[in-house]
């Protein structure tokens, strides 16, 4: 799935059954193995996967749905899936390692409502981190958020010559996508937008998100919806996440980038372009 | 001048006898500065640091040997030896900047000049570099990068005849091919034959370089201690001396005809184009487990055009005078076998401290045999007047061959 269709594609799973009480059953397959992925235009990097893509896909589901993950492990290496969240312990990820050709189901109730992630929990982490066994895990609250246009944007980097350090830095899995002509994120005027904002990038201690000629209520973690701040920049540590909403008031091109100038140089920029409504 | 002449005689006296002392009083004068040395070392090692007016902190010094990349389980394996002056003890291990549990063998505290392996279940990735640090118990950090993990050969069949048959494309089969060109030297004229012989020592002289060259490459990565550069003059000049003794001995013992000198110089140089490709076989296998390069048919074929030349070498000397086709066999076998031994030892048990040696006596052997055909070549000056054109061109014919294909293996 290229970083366009990724944008806003969210996984709900199967939805086995519907309680009486207005949550769900839901059952999600996700599967590791090795592949090489375009990471920027021309270069292609060994990754590790969840499903065929890095980031993974982005996991949703409602606050106290029963989840029923089963993860296959067709990689080379040892893996696991460790949501973050509330659930058991032997539903962590941590302990029970899944060997090659190996499975294992995660279940439990989802809760807090909230942005989440997932990721494989095997030692050495800052491998199988920045291999790319990761992706996004929204909660969404008992009452649904404002309707709004949604989109996931994970933030992430790959070290293609394994030195410890990345050559690129991507929103959603490729460098510069969303500043190449014809893949611009396109928006309408008034239209309330909500990014789902996750940073998962591996060597650097944090990563940011800017937009331009605009503000955005943050909503930190996604877990309280009376809670915000009204910004332009948001720092993110790795692991941390964030829910931003927000609207463009007049038409034309936006950037958005990390606000480390070194990042959105090396691929972590793009471009939102807003068409009049209506 | 006059000079007193009692002290003189006195002197004159006291030199004739030490000149003739009893065989105890000998073993005395040897034992003497013995004795004085032992209180000295004495006197210092009781003394110790305080000989110093600075308590400096001790210098640790550690050196990796060889590591070692195993699966089912997936294993690090390091060999390390303590090069610096004083014991030291490991006290944490980190794979690609990650603290790892290890056990190590035979104990965290290493002797001066002692070793140890230290072993890491870790589940490597084939193909990523990875790095090993040992951080020692007064914070001294040592570090070896491995730039491509791979799968480190063990002696079993597969390697074994895989090695094989390295050696045989690189070593053997191009000595037999060069030999291949004796009948048409057989046709050759006196002066073109000289030529030939130039041209050979052209070539030799190349390949001695190269050798050193790559020896004191080899040196830079070994310890200190053990004093690489020295080594390797030590082992060029041990070599040379050895052969120039055999080849004496030879000349002196057998009939002098110039077909026997011939085929004794070209033993001599198989044994030196040998003891080269030993070395040659060391790198190519050393460079397959340490996953540095990519032994595609390119560099097998670059090696195979480059040894060609050297079976050139070999039959020169005995254009003139002929020779049996078993000596051409088993001159053949001994320049190019050793290319599957140095494979082997470089594949399953490469140390950079062999390598060294080895490459430093296949130099000296490959100078021993430039000194004789000098000898040859050069005996003739007083009779010729200096080396002819054709001699002066196969001189830098032969370098220049040597240099170009090298070029095909050259990195």
């Given at each position: 799935m290229d970083p366009g269709k990724f944008l806003s594609h969210f996984d709900y799973g199967k939805v086995v059954e519907e309680r009486p009480n207005g949550t769900s059953v839901r059952e999600y397959e996700l599967i590791a193995e090795?592949?090489?992925?375009?990471?920027?235009?021309?270069?292609?990097?060994?990754?590790?996967v969840f499903n065929g893509t890095v980031p993974g896909p982005t996991l949703r589901c409602r606050e106290g749905?029963?989840?029923?993950?089963?993860?296959?492990?067709?990689?080379?290496?040892?893996?696991?899936?460790?949501?973050?969240?509330?659930?058991?312990?032997?539903?962590?990820?941590?302990?029970?390692?899944?060997?090659?050709?190996?499975?294992?189901?995660?279940?439990?109730?989802?809760?807090?409502?909230?942005?989440?992630?997932?990721?494989?929990?095997?030692?050495?982490?800052?491998?199988?981190?920045?291999?790319?066994?990761?992706?996004?895990?929204?909660?969404?609250?008992?009452?649904?958020?404002?309707?709004?246009?949604?989109?996931?944007?994970?933030?992430?980097?790959?070290?293609?010559?394994f030195d410890g350090e990345n050559e690129f830095y991507t929103v959603n899995g490729v460098a510069n996508y969303y500043l190449q002509p014809g893949r611009e994120v396109k928006l309408k005027t008034g239209e309330l937008v909500r990014v789902y904002l996750a940073n998962l990038t591996e060597f650097d201690l944090i990563n940011s998100f800017h937009i331009h000629a605009n503000v955005f209520r943050l909503y930190r973690t996604g877990t309280r919806l009376d809670q915000y701040e009204v910004t332009d920049t948001v720092m993110l540590c790795q692991g941390e996440r964030s829910v931003l909403e927000f609207s463009y008031k007049y038409p034309g091109k936006y950037l958005f980038h990390a606000h480390q100038s070194e990042f959105a140089e090396l691929g972590w920029s793009g471009i939102f372009e807003v068409s009049a409504h209506g | 001048m006059d000079e007193p002449q009692g002290p003189d005689s006195a002197k004159g006296a006291q030199a004739a006898s030490m000149t003739s002392p009893s065989l105890p009083g000998k073993v005395a004068r040897v034992l003497l500065p013995l004795a004085a040395l032992g209180v000295m070392v004495w006197f210092i090692l009781a003394r110790g640091a305080s000989l110093s007016p600075v308590q400096a902190p001790p210098i640790e010094e550690l050196t990796f040997e060889r590591v070692v990349f195993r699966t089912n389980p997936s294993e690090i394996i390091a060999t390390v030896r303590n090069t610096g002056p004083l014991p030291l003890t490991v006290g944490q291990v980190e794979i690609s900047e990650a603290i790892w549990d290890y056990s190590i063998t035979p104990s965290p505290t290493i002797p001066r000049l002692g070793r140890a392996v230290v072993s890491v279940a870790y589940p490597w990735v084939e193909g990523e570099p990875h790095g090993v640090t040992l951080i020692t118990s007064t914070g001294f950090k040592f570090s070896h990068e491995v730039v491509v993990a791979l799968e480190t050969p063990e002696i079993n069949t597969t390697y074994m005849l895989f090695f094989t048959g390295i050696g045989i494309y690189v070593g053997v089969i191009p000595v037999f091919l060069g030999l291949l060109w004796f009948p048409f030297l057989r046709s050759l004229g006196r002066t073109w034959l000289d030529a030939l012989l130039a041209f050979t020592m052209g070539l030799l002289v190349f390949l001695g370089v190269d050798a050193l060259h790559?020896?004191?490459?080899?040196?830079?990565?070994?310890?200190?201690?053990?004093?690489?550069?020295?080594?390797?003059?030590?082992?060029?000049?041990g070599s040379f001396l050895l052969l120039v003794a055999i080849d004496r001995h030879f000349r002196k013992s057998g009939p002098a005809s110039a077909s026997s000198e011939g085929l004794v110089l070209s033993y001599l140089i198989a044994t030196g184009i040998g003891l080269h490709n030993l070395g040659e076989g060391l790198a190519i296998g050393a460079a397959y487990t340490l996953g540095e390069m990519a032994m595609g048919s390119f560099l097998v074929l670059g090696f195979t055009i480059h040894n060609t030349t050297e079976g050139l070498a070999i039959v020169a000397p005995i254009a003139r005078g002929g020779a049996k086709l078993k000596h051409l066999a088993l001159m053949g076998l001994i320049a190019g076998v050793p290319t599957i031994a140095g494979a082997?030892?470089?594949?399953?048990?490469?140390?950079?401290?062999?390598?060294?040696?080895?490459?430093?006596?296949?130099?000296?052997?490959?100078?021993?045999?430039?000194?004789?055909?000098?000898?040859?070549?050069?005996?003739?000056?007083?009779?010729?007047?200096?080396?002819s054109f054709p001699s002066l061109a196969g001189l830098a014919g032969g370098f220049a061959i040597m240099y170009l294909t090298a070029l095909l293996v050259a990195s």
């Open positions: 090795d592949k090489e992925i375009l990471v920027a235009p021309g270069v292609y990097y060994p990754a590790w749905d029963l989840l029923r993950v089963t993860f296959r492990n067709a990689s080379k290496h040892d893996h696991t899936i460790h949501f973050h969240g509330i659930h058991p312990a032997n539903m962590d990820g941590v302990y029970e390692i899944v060997p090659t050709g190996g499975s294992y189901t995660y279940e439990y109730v989802a809760e807090p409502f909230g942005l989440f992630l997932y990721h494989c929990h095997v030692m050495p982490l800052r491998k199988h981190i920045s291999k790319g066994l990761y992706g996004a895990f929204i909660v969404d609250p008992p009452e649904p958020r404002e309707a709004a246009r949604e989109m996931v944007m994970v933030m992430n980097g790959f070290d293609v010559d | 790559e020896a004191l490459e080899i040196g830079e990565r070994v310890a200190g201690v053990f004093q690489p550069v020295a080594l390797v003059v030590l082992g060029t000049a082997w030892i470089g594949g399953f048990t490469y140390s950079d401290l062999w390598s060294l040696l080895f490459l430093a006596v296949g130099a000296g052997a490959v100078f021993q045999v430039v000194y004789a055909l000098g000898r040859i070549l050069l005996g003739k000056l007083h009779e010729t007047g200096g080396l």
